[in-house]
């Protein structure tokens, strides 16, 4: 695994994926290992504030395990970075979406027959 750059959360970015400091993780998740950004700059990942998501998004709408990917993203709300095509900011507000409740509050009582 060749080490690319640290973040600056001192994260080392690998050459396998460039979001997650793999080493960190007992065992990386299987989807992991196919994502196109490890074919990419991983900088383009990590923009500086205000700087384009571009490059990056259009590597993510290419990826193979990009559902995958965002569904971890939200799962350990990573707050930093470009996940399965979203930024930090799409992501929260997909995460408080997703937690709305539906308005759906059938419950058995109301819905028997
Ligand atoms: S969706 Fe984007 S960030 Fe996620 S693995 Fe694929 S290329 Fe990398």
Known sequence: MTIR?????GQILTRGHPILDMSALP???????????A??????????KGGSTREAKAVCV?????AECLDWALEHEER?????????RERRKLGKQLKKPTGDNNTDKDSAA
């Open 5 to 9: 750059h640290s973040n600056y959360q």
């Open 27 to 37: 065992e990386p998740p299987p989807w992991m290992v196919d994502g196109l950004c």
């Open 39 to 48: 074919q990419t700059d991983p900088d383009a990942f990590f923009p500086d």
């Open 62 to 66: 290419r990826c193979p395990v990009s």
């Open 80 to 88: 930093f970075g470009i996940w399965g095509g979203l930024s930090e």
